[in-house]
Nanobody, 123 residues
Framework: VQLQAYGGGLVQAGGSLRLSCAAS????????IGWFRQAPGKEREFAAA????????YYADSVKGRVTISRDNAKNTVYLQMNSLKPEDTAVYYC?????????????????WGQGTQVTVSS
């Protein structure tokens, strides 16, 4: 599966963005999809994940309550709706696909990664 993240941009603190992760290739609907982010000089960290059906989600504490992950398997797309953005949310956001049956935060469980999309939140 090939993944492409898009939808990033520059937004003021308190604003919203919706990121999309578009997939090509077969069997997209069987993958758990995760969103990770990497700020300058920092390790890539987990943000959110969703299982193959969309029935189970998992969020990092740093984004919980502000971010919603969802998917549309008919469109081969996963979304990350981000609200109440903070300057510390500034990062390159990546989507990734993995075969683990439940949403997880371990990078090693995701074997396919897309190009990232830059999110910049100004104060």
């Amino acid at each position: 599966v090939q993944l492409q993240a898009y939808g990033g941009g520059l937004v003021q603190a308190g604003g919203s963005l919706r990121l999309s992760c578009a997939a090509s290739g077969r069997s997209f609907s069987t993958y758990t999809i995760g969103w990770f982010r990497q700020a300058p000089g920092k390790e890539r960290e987990f943000a959110a994940a969703i299982d193959w059906s969309g029935g189970r989600t998992y969020y990092a504490d740093s984004v919980k309550g502000r971010v919603t992950i969802s998917r549309d398997n008919a469109k081969n797309t996963v979304y990350l709706q981000m609200n109440s953005l903070k300057p510390e949310d500034t990062a390159v956001y990546y989507c990734a696909a993995g075969n683990y049956p439940t949403p997880v935060d371990e990078r090693d469980e995701y074997g396919y990664w897309g190009q990232g999309t830059q999110v910049t939140v100004s104060s």
